[in-house]
């Protein structure tokens, strides 16, 4: 995908933005882009120094960090962008949107393929870690702040520490893009309340059980 294709893809995405000339002059996501496909081409040269030299420089300019050995489809929209990360293994599928602070991170146990593989249409809410040589599959979404340990299926969404598939196939599944994160449910709260239910049932038991 060009440059421009790349900006139209942002404009379509961001009811924010107001034109394709504020998108190529104001947006991170969209410079981040253009250091990674510099630094991209020089890495496949094996001009290694070179690539990680211009992605570095990236990361200043921008705040985000791409390393030049990551695979990365078309149309990534990469929203406000500030701290995301994606590591050197890292693959990205087509259509792909990322918030800022996202880490597609290694675990620093694994070796050769460390980090995660992103398919088509997957969203990444903002805050999400995605952590190891994990799979997230197609029209996957991972609800801001979650940590992802585990590959996910397709079309799905991911919520919690760590993730667990909170909807799949059997209810309505939204397109990625659509993602709204105040109906992701929470997890740990689901949690909390359930073992404190239980152990009013057990108190309740004990209870009984002394005044016999």
């Known amino acids: 995908m060009s440059l421009l294709s790349d900006a139209k893809n942002i404009r379509s995405k961001d009811p924010a933005a107001r034109s394709l000339m504020e998108v190529m002059l104001l947006y991170p996501g969209f410079h981040a882009l253009l250091f990674y496909k510099a630094s991209h081409f020089l890495y496949r040269k094996k001009r290694f120094f070179l690539a990680r030299m211009v992605s570095q420089w990236g990361r200043g300019f921008t705040g985000i960090e791409i390393h030049p050995g990551a695979t990365i489809g078309s149309g990534l929209f ?21 918030y800022h602070q996202v880490t597609l991170g290694g ?28 799979t ?31 909807r799949r196939d059997g209810e309505k599944v939204r397109p990625s893009d659509d993602l709204i994160q105040q109906n992701i449910p929470d997890i740990v709260h689901s949690e909390l309340c359930d073992l404190e239910r239980r152990v009013a049932i057990l108190e309740c038991s004990q209870k009984q059980n002394n005044s016999k």
């Open 78 to 98: 990469i929203d406000h962008g500030l701290g995301v990360v994606i590591g050197e293994t890292a693959e990205i599928g087509n259509n792909c949107t990322i």
């Open 136 to 166: 997230i599959g197609n029209n996957t979404r991972i609800a801001a702040g979650s940590v992802v340990l585990q590959s996910l299926p397709c079309n799905c969404t991911a919520a919690g520490i760590p993730a667990c598939v909170v």
């Open 107 to 134: 675990t620093g146990k694994d070796h050769g393929k460390r980090h995660p593989t992103l398919g088509d249409n997957v969203l990444v809410g903002a805050g999400a870690k995605v952590l190891g040589p994990v």
